[in-house]
């Protein structure tokens, strides 16, 4: 039996491209990408730590299907998410399905993490800048808009620098060097087409980071060889100083009690007057409950009795000597 790879004839029936299995799993992983999403949307605070790991099944799903069924299943769940949410929601969870798919693609070749997470970097600043584009001309937005939140950026951070530098008493370093920022400030927004790609690619930069981190390490982890990021040793060298730091945080505890312990007084006394009044309370409650309880059954035979003695009462005395 040979193991080289040979092209099947003309004559010969062709596989299908999506398997039972295949779609099955691509149905499931799509389902837990979806799940995903919707706890990021949904669930207030902690929602967002479900963001990371949008992009994780669709890269499970390279690695084990390739990259047409991989394909297949973003566009259904950003058809769904269109479906149950909007159409805001459905593009982004494809996107984020397209650079799962990219940086699954690098990790079955072995790519250096820097460069895989470059690679999905490029594709999400590139598809974001080319969507807010788009949306404008489709929407007819004002491009102007465009301009002005670069210009917005540039004001906020200046305002920051001109607060930081007042209270750290750096002012007259930040005179000295601020006509110069001012300048190239003005040199971006002249060429604010190209400035915004960059602002686009500045915040993507450290969720792609956080997506490829995730994905590597969920894919080492399921026995994929893979490179993950970070390397294993950054685990093992926290997980070190983790150990080290521990007994300061043992004396940090401990120091948190003894300072916060005129409050336990006052705290234990709050707590023992409200645990006496829920007693008393439901004390009461159950007192007349049973008061109630006890009248009602002893009202009724009596009524009974009544009525039973009521007829031999009555009678009169001819009935009794007959």
């Known amino acids: ?42 669930v207030p605070i902690i929602g967002t730590a479900f963001m990371p790991l949008i992009p994780t099944p669709f890269v499970i799903l390279y690695l084990r299907r390739g990259p047409r069924i991989s394909l297949f299943a973003a566009c259904v769940a950003g058809f769904l998410m269109t479906v149950l949410v909007g159409p805001h929601y459905g593009w982004r969870l494809t996107l984020e399905g397209l650079v799962g798919i990219v940086m699954g693609w690098a990790m079955q070749r072995r790519w250096a993490p820097s460069l895989a997470i470059l690679l999905g970097l490029f594709v999400s600043s590139t598809v ?125 505890r401990m120091a948190w009690r003894v300072v916060t312990t005129p409050l336990w007084g006052p705290i234990w006394a709050v707590r023992a007057i409200g645990r006496w009044r829920r007693q008393r309370r439901l004390r009461a409650e159950i007192a007349a409950l049973g008061l109630d309880a006890p009248a009602a059954e002893t009202a009724a035979p009596a009524a009974a009795d009544e009525r039973s003695l009521t007829p031999a009462g009555n009678a009169s005395p001819e009935a009794s000597e007959r």
């Open 128 to 252: 974001a800048y080319g969507a807010a584009f788009a949306a404008a001309f489709a929407l007819a937005l004002p491009i102007h808009d465009i301009y002005l939140v670069l210009r917005n950026m540039f004001i906020s951070i200046g305002w920051l620098l001109d607060t930081a530098t007042r209270l750290v008493g750096a002012t007259p370093d930040w005179l000295s060097v601020r006509p110069d920022v001012v300048a190239g400030a003005h040199l971006m927004l002249q060429y604010w087409v190209l400035s915004y790609y960059l602002y686009t690619t500045a915040l993507a930069l450290p969720v792609a980071a956080l997506y490829y981190g995730v994905a590597s390490t969920t894919a080492y982890a399921l026995g994929y060889d893979v490179r993950p990021f970070p390397a294993p040793w950054v685990w093992r060298a926290l997980r070190v100083v983790g150990i080290i730091l521990s007994p300061f945080g043992w004396v940090i």
């Open 1 to 42: 039996m040979s193991l080289v790879a040979t092209k099947p004839r003309k004559d010969e029936a062709r596989a299908p491209w999506a398997s039972a299995i295949s779609m099955a799993e691509a149905g499931l992983l799509a389902d837990v990408s979806i799940v995903f999403d919707l706890a990021w949307i949904y």
